[in-house]
């Protein structure tokens, strides 16, 4: 992506998340925004002590926002001064900011719902090579994603986390409403940027197999990871690294421990 949609990224925040898709044999449609979460809370509910909050952000709530509903336009239009209408043509703005959050979230969990991806997905189709034991990810799979990672490579990390910051309540808004109402949102992104960090980076063909309609990791370690993990493996050794460059870059900024 040559400029990234999220310290999250876009993570998502990291770069290769749109793979999520191309482990099918087909396009799936594309999904409908993400419902608004309503948090249904019994009546005068025991009182729960929030956790403390381990990576504050510094500056949160210097600049007036609108309300989370509303809170999409001026998001895109934070992001089009960043990454301009080529880089915009990457991301799905309705339900932009819920979309960033649930991927964000689920990132270092089992598996990545489709429909909460903010990513568009990849063009043409996942390339494999051999059959039956010899199925293995081809050596053409990764140039799919070379525009994504691009945009990676080139935004500037210091530039997205200030629209982080800026919009960062909203954010913590919807991960509130997604379920998380004790929880820090920032907190998460950090440790999804550290479950993508320590993704393994493999040379050599990747065996596969096919159950069903997907593909899956013949090696049941490698298809026990994190569906964050499984991305940067499907992009391919040498756009996982260009990732994880970015990623360190955007922790620094986020995390208070400045490690990665």
């Avoid at 310290?7 to 925004?33: K, Q, R, S, T, W």
């Avoid at 598996?111 to 199925?135: E, I, N, Q």
């Avoid at 070379?146 to 500037?156: E, M, Q, S």
């Avoid at 919009?167 to 949102?185: D, M, S, T, V």
């Amino acid at each position: 992506m040559q400029r990234i949609v999220w310290a999250a990224v876009v993570i998502v925040l990291g770069g290769g998340v749109a793979a999520y898709y191309f482990m099918h044999d087909e396009a799936p449609p594309v999904p409908p925004p993400p419902p608004q979460h309503t948090i249904l809370r019994a009546s005068a509910p025991p009182a729960v002590a929030a956790p403390a909050i381990r990576h504050p952000l510094r500056g949160v709530g210097a600049t007036a926002l609108p309300e989370l509903e509303k809170g999409d336009e001026p998001m895109w239009q934070a992001l089009g001064e960043l990454l301009g209408r080529k880089g915009l043509a990457f991301i799905i703005g309705d339900g932009l900011i819920h979309r960033i959050v649930a991927a964000v979230d689920n990132l270092p969990r089992d598996r990545l719902p489709v429909g909460v991806m903010p990513l568009k997905r990849v063009p043409k189709a996942f390339v494999t090579t051999g059959k039956g034991d010899a199925l293995a990810i081809g050596a053409r799979n990764s140039a799919r994603y070379a525009a994504y990672v691009r945009l990676v490579g080139a935004i500037d990390a210091a530039q997205l986390v200030a629209i982080y910051v800026r919009f960062y309540p909203l954010f913590q808004r919807a991960y509130e409403e997604l379920g998380f109402p004790n929880a820090y949102f920032n907190d998460r992104l950090v440790q999804a940027i550290d479950d993508l960090l320590a993704a393994p980076e493999l040379s050599g063909p990747i065996r596969l197999v096919q159950p069903m309609v997907l593909y899956e990791f013949a090696d049941p370690k490698l298809e026990a990871r994190s569906a964050g993990q499984k991305i940067m493996i499907r992009i391919g050794r040498d756009h996982a690294v260009t990732v994880k460059t970015k990623l360190r870059e955007i922790r620094r900024l986020v995390a208070t421990d400045a490690t990665g």
